[in-house]
């Protein structure tokens, strides 16, 4: 059994550490099966786990679509870094030196410093993950600093805003929908997230109140005449 795991380690391109010697003996005589996966494995239960698993910095709710689109979407340029590196990576790879190749290989598909930093992220959640679960005790992927580019914000004025109101899109219906839903964002200031949760028992009165998806918090909004207006045209979105 060693000789076939040095045998699978050269020709996957695999380094023998530590971890992965403790692994084979565990797995040899018996101990720590139930807890058992190795690094794509556990990747991908992570990534189904998003399904049920509460996220415990916003209240207890659920992972979003968005954030395990996230975490699939990672585990898809991995698995290109490995064909293009031909190697097979495991919890013992991940450390500085392997982030910093895997972000330049992001770098060569032209992607943002910003997208490369959620991918980062997902990775070293994936890894804080693992660490918890005593599947690994490599955490010198924590030495990585991850880098975030500063974005900035455009606003639009309210005459911008009015010009994209009265914009003729009567030959395009389903632009004109997106262009009220637009609006509707821009005169209450919530997320596109929030806003397609909009409902009738949202409206109270000349207030909006309505608990944030993202934040869990609850705000409330003075209605604007443009979004009463949408609104009303469409008789509750």
């Known amino acids: 059994k060693m000789e076939t795991f040095m045998t699978d380690s050269a020709r996957e391109g695999r ?16 101990k720590g099966q139930a807890d058992s996966a190795d690094f794509h494995q556990f990747f991908e239960a992570y990534i189904n786990e998003c399904d049920t698993r509460m996220n415990g910095r916003r209240g207890g709710q659920n992972i979003t ?8 979407r990672t585990y898809e340029y991995i698995q290109q870094y490995e064909k293009k590196n ?3 990576l495991d919890f013992a790879d991940i450390d500085q030196g392997l982030l910093t190749s895997f972000v ?17 992220v997902a990775i070293r959640s994936v890894m804080k993950a693992a660490v918890e ?15 975030k580019e500063e974005t900035e914000a455009v606003a639009l004025t309210e005459d911008e805003l009015e010009k994209i109101r009265t914009c003729d899109l009567s030959f395009n219906p389903h632009l004109a929908e997106i262009r009220d839903l637009f609006l509707l964002g821009c005169w209450t200031g919530l997320r596109f997230s929030d806003v397609i949760r909009l409902r009738p028992e949202h409206i109270q009165g000349d207030f909006i ?22 609104w009303e045209r469409y008789d509750g979105i």
């Open 86 to 88: 031909r190697v097979l």
């Open 15 to 30: 380094v023998v550490t530590k971890d992965r010697l403790k692994d084979l003996l565990d797995s040899h005589f018996g």
């Open 209 to 230: 109140v309505i608990q944030q998806q993202k934040t869990n918090n609850y705000v409330t909004i003075p209605i604007h005449p443009v979004f009463r207006e949408i």
């Open 104 to 120: 330049g290989f992001l770098q060569s598909l032209n992607l943002s410093t910003n997208t490369i930093w959620h991918k980062v």
């Open 133 to 147: 679960r005593g599947l690994t005790d490599n955490e010198r992927w924590r030495y990585y600093k991850n880098a």
């Open 65 to 72: 679509y968005k954030t395990k689109r996230e975490y699939a």
